[in-house]
C-alpha cells in the first residue's frame, strides 16, 4: 500500500491484499469492534483509512498472533486507546509534521515581512 500521505482511501480488495484478512471476515470484525466503522462512498462500497487498516493490523495480530477471544481482543482494544494519549490527527505520518510545520512557519514570515514593509 502506498504511504498515507499518497492516497487517504481504500478499497476492502485492497484491505484485504495488504492485510492478508477475508472480505468477509472483514465485514464481521464491522459487527464486532466497536473501533472499525470505515465510512461507505456514494456507491455503498467500503473506504478504508489508512487507521482502519492499522486497527485490522491490530486486531489480527491479537486475535491470531496472540490468540485472544474477540471479547479479550475487545478489552485489550479498549485498554489501549484509554490510555493512548489524545493526539490531533493530521493524516500525515510524524515524520512530515517536522516539514510541514516549517514551510508554514516560512510562509508566515514571509507573509509578516510583506504586511511590515
Sequence with gaps: ??????KLYYRIGEVEEST???AYVLRYWESEFKLLRPKKNPAGQ???RQRDVDLIRR?????????LTLEGAKKR?????RRA???LDLGIKEA???ET????????TALRARLSS
Design 1 to 6: 500500500m502506498p504511504p498515507a500521505a499518497e
Design 20 to 22: 492478508g484478512v477475508p
Design 46 to 48: 467500503r473506504v478504508y
Design 59 to 67: 486486531i489480527k495480530t491479537l486475535l491470531y498472533d496472540e490468540r
Design 77 to 81: 482494544l479498549a485498554s489501549e486507546a
Design 85 to 87: 494519549p489524545e493526539q
Design 96 to 98: 512530515t509534521y517536522a
Design 101 to 108: 510545520l516549517r514551510r508554514i512557519r516560512d510562509r508566515l
